[in-house]
């Protein structure tokens, strides 16, 4: 009986180690996925960087097509959607931060324009940034 109960605590903590071993779901590095096409003179670029398995930064910066990028466009006000609102840059922050938070964007909800509500002060359509973090993800499998 005690070799049975030795053999089933061994047996028990194997499985324990096992389980904590792959508890990485992603394998570390930055990794990047870009749309294949230009819009409105803009290609979107995403940028993920899992440590520890997890993702641990994101950014997503559409490159322009006569040069230059978004976030830098926006910061330097060369890029500006509205009079009122949040800055696109800081819908892009607001976005890598989501990301983050949720470790992915399989949560996230997005409308036909690829708009969302699930991200406090984003007005910007999202889903070809959500379908880059994807690829960048499955890279990272």
Known sequence: MKKLVSLLVVLVLALSLVACGSSAAYKDGTYTAEADEFHNGWKDHVEVTI??????KVVYNPIGEEGGDKITASK???YVMTDDGPLWHEQSEAFAKYVID?????KLVLDDSGKTDAISGVSISLNGAADLVKKCLEQAK
């Open 51 to 56: 440590s520890g398995g997890k993702i641990t």
């Open 76 to 78: 330097e006000g060369n």
């Open 102 to 106: 949720n470790q992915g964007v399989d």
